[in-house]
């Protein structure tokens, strides 16, 4: 028999008993700032490299990386972009016909510490929402006093995400049952389109309803944040 | 005092349209007062609700000519905080990810309150991660908690279970002793706390009715002729899902369907019928697990329409993911426009169409693919009996030269009794 848990987090997977879930909410996010300021000023790439090879570990040991196999394929296809690009750039303004093999390597030791910084801020983000669930941040903000039209702003923002990946599912589903491939790569972004008008019409019934249950609500949801 | 909603429409269109959506509504309701609307697919039942809690002018654009007034006042802003309303997606109007924070007010009248409405029994699990009924009802509870003058519900009935229905509907009767409540349901259940009525006429409109109800002696009767069966079509493993916070794991049996089966799954919300579809749609299970049929032969229709409508036309839509749509398969299309009342409507844009449309116009797109298995989860959903029928028949006429085995999940287990070889109960 098969079996699956799953946690209340913005992303919605991590094994029960998780050494991670054991951390305070305040702490994860405290060490999550911490660990963005230390990137921007640490020097040894290497080190940025090898830490988010090991989230990413983490990330595939506690099985996310096969429970969201899409969200990596966008993640890999996005740093590989972003690699290509970086480094057609920095050739292009050496100027293309005076490369020489040690521009080429020069080029790519450029390159790999801002790449390394992209890397471990994306894999330690993509921990923090896996980890952590929506109510114990807008706790931590409120902890902080801030105005509750924002944290509801925050709330609604991070409902989004765990709507918009359902959302996706179902499109999928819905696309594939009738027929339409994303066998080539013209197929693939007809397919996009079709999800990202769903997405449109989806989101604006949406909207509409959060904005009146907001307005009906209004003094209610003040009060509530106020407690 | 007594509250006092007046409600006289001379007409209604939206902007983007040039037609007339509402004409001529004229009702007046008082305290105590429970009005059950009905009507056809796509007579502006909807539309009306919106109307009268103010969300159109306001959030939706709309010309409306005539007045709607809640003790005297013209409905809007001044007027938010004495009304509630209940979409029909519920799930669209829960603002917090917690059951728990979706109740406003007092902490020991809350705990109270979830336990009498059984809402405790979910535990702690995030709202997304509750069952599409369960959504439905802790958005319907919450609702219902508020004290408001005016209370709006939109298909309030849909997707839940008997028990909650029940629980619901007290709910609604305890309400009103204080408060005007208008109801727009295809659910018949309404009319035994309703003692209002709005209904949609032949000729057009909107004809309300103070004194006397509809009644409902027969339940209409569905049958899709059966065909000869092949046994071990398609198998699903037994599997089991748990969620944080809730000792309840949610079983699935082992499940063999048969070529040309027509199975039936019920049981209460939350129990994984949604689930066991998905399962089967090879969505949940890993890719060496999927059925062994591919996905060509599938037709999923899923309970929220708007994620499955991906074209600028209703015609487009029909044909989506056709490459070559040859003179049969238009004429087939033009047969099933025409049957699910779509004819006339195919250069419009789904996202114009009523819920009840756009689930006809989904089923419509999945039987262009001719598929050997569809799987239709909470199909009445949206529907009026008419409708309901109609796809009966356009069923029935789809497997008079094909074979086509019918998965559905519903909670109206008479009918699905009526019509299915197989029943599955959770």
Request: hydrophobic residues 40%; proline residues 2%; contains cysteine.
């Amino acid at each position: 028999m098969r079996q699956r848990y799953k946690i209340k987090t913005f992303l919605y997977y991590l094994p029960d008993r998780d050494f991670i879930l054991k951390i305070f909410p305040s702490v994860k996010i405290c060490s999550y700032i911490l660990l963005n300021i230390l990137i921007l000023i640490n020097p040894y790439v290497f080190l940025n490299i090898l830490s988010a090879l090991l989230i990413l570990l983490y990330l595939y040991l506690i099985g996310f990386v096969r429970y969201r196999e899409s969200l990596f394929r966008i993640l890999f296809i996005s740093l590989l972009l972003f690699f290509s690009i970086s480094y057609a750039f920095q050739l292009i303004s050496v100027g293309v016909s005076n490369i020489t093999w040690i521009d080429v390597e020069e080029t790519f030791f450029f390159i790999l510490p801002f790449f390394g910084k992209w890397l471990i801020i994306n894999m330690s983000g993509l921990l923090l929402f896996v980890s952590l669930s929506q109510g114990e941040l807008v706790e931590f903000l409120r902890k902080l006093r801030i105005d509750f039209r924002i944290l509801v702003s925050v709330t609604i923002a991070f409902n989004m995400i765990s709507r918009l990946l359902e959302a996706i599912d179902e499109m999928n589903m819905s696309l594939d049952s009738r027929g339409v491939r994303k066998s080539d790569l013209r197929s693939l972004f007809g397919r996009i389109q079709h999800i990202f008008v769903a997405m449109i019409i989806d989101s604006i019934e949406y909207i509409s309803s959060l904005r009146a249950t907001y307005a009906f609500d209004y003094d209610d949801i003040e009060k509530e944040y106020e407690k | 005092m007594k509250n006092r909603l007046k409600v006289k429409i001379k007409d209604f269109g939206y902007d983007n349209s040039t037609g007339k959506i509402l004409q001529a509504v004229d009702f007046s309701l008082s305290d105590g007062d429970i009005l059950w609307i009905h009507g056809c697919v796509g007579c502006g039942k909807t539309t009306l609700l919106k109307l009268i809690a103010g969300i159109i002018p306001n959030f939706e654009d709309g010309r409306l000519r005539g007045e709607i007034l809640l003790n005297g006042i013209p409905i809007g802003e001044r007027t938010y905080t004495e009304i509630t309303f209940c979409f029909q997606h519920s799930d669209n109007q829960l603002l917090f990810d917690s059951i728990r924070k979706q109740f406003f007010g007092d902490i020991n009248e809350v705990k109270e309150y979830i336990e009498k409405m059984g809402i405790d029994k979910l535990g702690e699990r995030a709202v997304m991660d509750l069952s599409r009924g369960e959504r439905k009802y802790v958005a319907l509870a919450s609702t219902l908690f508020k004290k408001r003058k005016l209370y709006i519900l939109d298909e309030p009935l849909d997707l839940l279970d008997d028990n909650k229905k029940k629980i619901i509907m007290n709910k609604i009767t305890e309400v009103s002793r204080n408060a005007i409540l208008v109801i727009c349901s295809h659910d018949t259940n309404i009319s035994l706390i309703a003692n209002k009525e709005l209904t949609y006429d032949e000729d057009g409109k909107f004809k309300f009715d103070g004194t006397e109800k509809t009644t409902f002696d027969n339940i209409p009767s569905y049958i899709l002729p059966k065909k000869e069966s092949v046994e071990n079509f398609f198998l699903l493993d037994e599997q089991e899902y748990k969620y944080e916070g809730n000792s309840e794991c949610i079983s699935i049996p082992s499940l063999s369907i048969g070529e040309n089966e027509i199975v039936g799954i019920v049981g209460r919300n939350g129990c994984g019928k949604t689930t066991i579809l998905k399962s089967i749609a090879g969505t949940i299970l890993s890719k060496s697990e999927t059925p062994r049929k591919s996905y060509s032969v599938f037709g999923f229709l899923s309970q929220n329409v708007n994620r499955q409508l991906f074209a600028n036309s209703v015609k487009e839509e029909l044909y989506l993911g056709i490459k070559n749509i040859s003179k049969e398969k238009e004429k087939y299309g033009e047969f099933l426009l025409y049957e699910f009342g779509l004819k006339g409507l195919e250069n419009t844009h789904p996202v114009f169409l009523s819920g009840g449309q756009k689930q006809k116009l989904i089923l419509a797109s999945l039987l262009m693919h001719n598929p050997e298995i569809v799987l239709l989860d909470e199909l009445f959903t949206n529907l009026d009996v008419v409708s309901i029928k109609k796809i009966f028949f356009v069923l029935s006429e789809y497997r008079k030269n094909n074979n086509l085995s019918i998965i559905l999940t519903d909670q109206q287990s008479q009918i699905l009794k009526e019509i299915c070889d197989k029943m599955i109960y959770l």
